[in-house]
C-alpha cells in the first residue's frame, strides 16, 4: 500500500506532465534518495513513468490507459473510502446492481448479504475470496464477452440479460463528468451502466476527485439520473459539487 507521499505525487501528476526530483524535494522537504525511492515504487506499479530527473505521468490520461489491475492501485486509499461510505445506501438483504470498476469493486469487501447483480469479474473473485464455503450474498453474472482491460462483461448478450432484472440501487462510477452529467469512454461499457442504473430504484455514483477534471467520449447519464454521488471532499471540486446538487443530487463527501 502506497504511503501519503506516493499519493501526493500521483495527485501532482493527474494535473502535470513531469515532476522533477529537485521539485519534490523541496515540496516534501526530503532528500534526493529518499525521493527516488518512491519514484522508483510508483514506476514498478505501473502508475508513471521514470524519466531522467523525475517521474513522468503516463500517457493518455494516466490511470484509465492501465489495465484493470493496475487501475485498482490508483488512489487506493481513497477509493476504499468511498466505497465503504456508498455502504449507507446498500439496502439490507436487497438487490444492488455493481457496474464493473476499480471504485465500485471496494463494495464486494462489505457487502455480506442480499443479491449482487455484477458484469464484474473481480466482485466474484472478491466474494469467492470472502466466502469459500457460500453464505455470503447471491451473486448473477449477465454473461456476455469478457473485456480483459476493464473488468467488464459487455456485449449483446450481456445488456439482453441486464434488461431483465431490476434492483433496488445501482452502484457506477465513470471516466469523468462536465456540467450535463457523467461521461465514459466506450459504447459498450456506457450500454450496460445505462441499463442497470435505469432498471435500479436508487442511482448511487461513486467518484474519486480526480474525475471532475476528466472527459469522456459519450454519455452514460444526465445528472437528472442520478440520485447520490459519493466522492471526496477536495477544495477544488466544490463548485462542483454546488453545481451537481441543483440538479437535484445528493453529495455525500467520504
Known sequence: ??????????????????????QAMKHFGA????IRRAFVRLAKSNLARRVHGGLNRLPQGGSDALPFVMRGRWLENE?????ARAMEFVPKGGAVFIHGGSTTLGLAHHIK??????????????????FPSGGGPD?????????????????????????????????????GMDEEGVLDTTDTQVATARLMIRNAALRVMIADHSKFRKFGLTRMVS?????????????ENRPWFEMIKKHGVKVVLA
Not at 113 to 130: E, H
Not at 145 to 154: F, G, I, M, R
Not at 170 to 175: E, G, I, L, V
Not at 223 to 234: A, C, I, M, P, R
Request: include cysteine; aromatic fraction near 8%.
Open 79 to 83: 477509493k476504499t473510502r468511498l466505497a
Open 31 to 34: 532528500s534526493a534518495a529518499t
Open 139 to 175: 451473486v448473477i453474472l449477465p454473461g456476455g464477452t469478457l473485456d480483459l482491460k476493464s473488468d467488464a462483461l459487455v456485449g449483446p448478450r450481456a445488456e439482453a440479460a441486464l434488461r431483465e432484472y431490476r434492483a433496488d440501487a445501482a452502484f457506477f462510477s465513470s471516466r
Open 113 to 130: 448479504s442480499g443479491t449482487i447483480i455484477t458484469d464484474s469479474i473481480n466482485v466474484c473473485g472478491v466474494l469467492m475470496q470472502r
Open 1 to 22: 500500500m502506497r504511503n501519503r507521499r506516493e499519493e501526493e505525487i500521483l495527485k501532482y501528476l493527474e494535473t502535470h506532465e513531469f515532476f522533477s526530483t529537485e
Open 223 to 235: 445528472w437528472e439520473q442520478v440520485n447520490v454521488l459519493v466522492t471526496s471532499d477536495h477544495a
